[in-house]
């Protein structure tokens, strides 16, 4: 790092203090808005300085919801959006170190062809083959079900791609020295391999899950119930009101409440993390 | 215990390639058999074939009286030292010993013993909770030797094992598997491109190139009577001084003998003294001092001979033709750009065929 000179670095800092502002700006508007009087906030006055109704307004957003639009407790919204991102997450993971270990490892008929379909499929996210895919869940009868949820978004060709670099950088002398020291080969998946990529599964779990809990298009399509909603979508539903007032307090709650979840992964999952990006542990 | 013999061993790849063109070699039991050669002579791939590591495509490997040529390495009762080791870096220096017997079924207490011996002749008891990276190379090293020692096998197989360590640590840790074997007294099968590492540790030493066998024997024995010329430059530091028999001056000094139809002519940088006089039967040759090395105990004299048009290639690779290496010991020394006379006996003369693959007795 090079150290800038007193008038250099003090203009660096102030860019820096401009850009955290303006990320940060929202984020502090939303929690004030969530404490304050909707009355208020409906006539343009609301104050830069937190209100006076925070506990009373996050409890009745996680435990009743609106009065208007959907009446879906938030509580019940992030529990649905939880369990679909943990699935994602893991399921993705799952899958992709699986087919990693099989495509590295493995000698079969036409290895090199299932390899380049996996990477194609890269060209196809949920929102290309949308059609398709919502009459195969719905054929399946899973609309409306967290498997409906989760099992399309978790073919994954990126993880798989992420594993099988990594694999590829793993010595063969170690799976030599298993194969000789008795180990076959789930047993080198198991206790080699897996304990190996443990840091680039916590990177990718971070990714996905916060790329699971963000999904919008996917379960506003196959969602119909009320209490499968999940809160991305929710919170869509809560601001538009036809014939009443947007209840912004409980708008901007549940929106400063589906940001905890993805900070905590990744304050939790930080070290991990950043382990998994940067550094070759072997 | 058990033999390990190989038979007409043969390795063809798919692309057609003839890595390993028919090996014959018997270790016998407790023996410690050295396969020797230059890069890509195909060493490796035979201790690979050994463990079970590359498919045989030809011949028959016999560890201990059974033919294991379609048996998985884990069960043909062998345990092999990696030259990066191959430790699992995720485990502690126990568990990098143990699983190895665990997987096998083995009883804990059991396991802990074993591990705790081996520990103690490798001297790693104290490092047995430790992770590999924190280890130095040496103590990777022998926690690799650790892991092959517990399993108690047939036979142990070595990979350039050393390779990986300072120029101190290899010359200590030679000493130590040298030790540790005989102890044991474990067949042992050892690849080196070293080939002093080769001339030290070896009972039977294999020297290979081009993927056969080139010479097998007592490694003294070896040097003494090398087979042919690659043998004859490769085994020995510095390596032998070849030269075509063609020149005059050398085949009329040889004039007499069996040897003056001979096509190349070694001699052994140590071999050689600095005299004025021709031992009876034996050659001499004149000499200018190119360069000296002084190492110490012994001093290497670099000399070109005369004429010019002279000069004649030893094997590739090697020194420049006509090139001549004389170690004498000290630091004596003739000054850059003398004429010395060099000569050697009758007895320390190595004679050749033309094409160097046949030795031929004077």
Known sequence: MVEEEGFRRYIAHIILWIGIAIVAFPVYIAFIASTQDNALIANGQMSLLPGGHFFETYYQTIFVGTSGSTREPVGNMMLNSLVMALLIAVGKIAISIISAYAIVYFRFPFRMPIFWIIFITLMLPVEVRIYPTYKIVADLHMLDSYAGLALPLIASATATLLFRQFFMTVPDELLEASRIDGAGPLRFFWDTLLPLSRTNMAALFVILFILGWNQYLWPLLITTRDDMQTIQVGIRKMITTTDALTEWPIVMATAVLAMLPPVFVVVVMQKLFVRGLVETEK | ?362
């Open chain 2, 1 to 362: 215990m058990a033999n390990v013999t190989l038979r007409n061993v043969r390795k063809t790849y798919p692309g057609g390639f003839e890595a390993i063109k028919g090996v014959n070699v018997d270790v016998g039991d407790g023996q410690f058999c050295v396969l020797v050669g230059p890069s890509g002579c195909g060493k490796s791939t035979l201790l690979r074939m050994v463990a079970g590591l590359e498919t045989v495509t030809g011949g028959e490997i016999d560890i201990g009286g059974r033919i294991v040529n379609q048996i998985e390495p884990a069960d043909r009762d062998i345990a092999m030292v990696f030259q990066n080791y191959a430790l699992y870096p995720h485990m502690s220096v126990f568990n990098n010993m143990a699983y190895g017997l665990r997987n096998r079924g083995m009883k804990e207490a059991e396991i802990k013993s074993r591990v705790d011996e081996a520990a103690r002749v490798l001297e790693l008891t104290s490092m047995l909770d430790r992770k590999p990276r924190q280890l130095s190379g040496g103590q990777r090293q022998r926690v690799a030797m650790g892991r092959a020692i517990v399993r108690q096998p047939k036979v142990f197989l070595f990979d350039e094992p050393l390779s990986n360590l300072d120029a101190k640590l290899r010359i200590a840790m030679r000493v130590e598997i040298r030790k540790l074997q005989r102890r044991l007294n474990t067949t042992s099968i050892y690849v080196t491109h070293d080939q002093l590492e080769a001339m030290t540790l070896a009972d039977i030493l294999v020297v290979m190139t081009g993927g056969q066998v080139e010479q097998v024997g007592n490694p003294l024995a070896i040097y003494e009577k090398p087979a042919t010329t690659f043998v004859a430059s490769f085994i020995g530091a510095p390596p032998m001084n070849l030269m075509a028999t063609r020149p005059e001056e050398i085949r009329s000094q040889l004039a007499g003998s069996a040897a003056a139809d001979a096509g190349i002519l070694g001699i052994r940088p140590e071999d050689l003294v600095i005299t004025d006089q021709t031992p009876d039967g034996g050659v001499a040759l004149p000499l200018t001092v190119e360069a000296i090395e002084r190492v110490g105990a012994e001093t290497f004299i670099y000399g070109s001979r005369e004429p010019e048009e002279q000069r004649v290639a030893a094997t590739p690779g090697e020194l420049p033709p006509g090139e001549i290496i004389v170690r004498v010991p000290g630091t004596e020394a003739p000054a850059i750009g003398a004429k010395i006379r060099v000569a050697a006996l009758r007895n320390k003369l190595h004679l050749f065929s033309g094409d160097g693959r046949t030795r031929l007795e004077a």
